[in-house]
Nanobody, 115 residues
């Protein structure tokens, strides 16, 4: 199982970013995919999740109405569209899948929201 995130960067408050996570090594279309984030000095937290077919999504209260999660099962890729970014969204963002009763993580992508 391999997860590779991309799309992070530096953005001003109110701006937008789209993160991507390319997955391989498992049957992507069969699994729930999740995005987590971890800010300095804080625990990793769940940001968003999407069902295997893409019809069901869940979001942390802190990002509801600002973030959307989607997936392209033909491309084995899950996305996190982040709008109206706030300074408190600054964190390393990780893609996650539970496969074979084990958590797999990508290397993470840094998102910094600052003026």
């Amino acid at each position: 199982v391999q997860l590779v995130e991309s799309g992070g960067g530096l953005v001003q408050p109110g701006g937008s970013l789209r993160l991507s996570c390319a997955a391989s090594g498992f049957t992507f279309s069969n699994y729930v995919m999740k995005w987590y984030r971890q800010a300095p000095g804080k625990e990793r937290e769940l940001v968003a999740a999407i069902s295997s077919g893409g019809g069901g999504t869940n979001f942390a209260d802190s990002v509801k109405g600002r973030f959307t999660i989607s997936r392209d099962n033909a491309k084995n890729t899950v996305y996190l569209q982040m709008n109206s970014l706030k300074v408190e969204d600054t964190a390393v963002y990780y893609c996650n899948v539970i496969w074979g009763f084990r958590n797999y993580w990508g290397q993470g992508t840094q998102v910094t929201v600052s003026s």
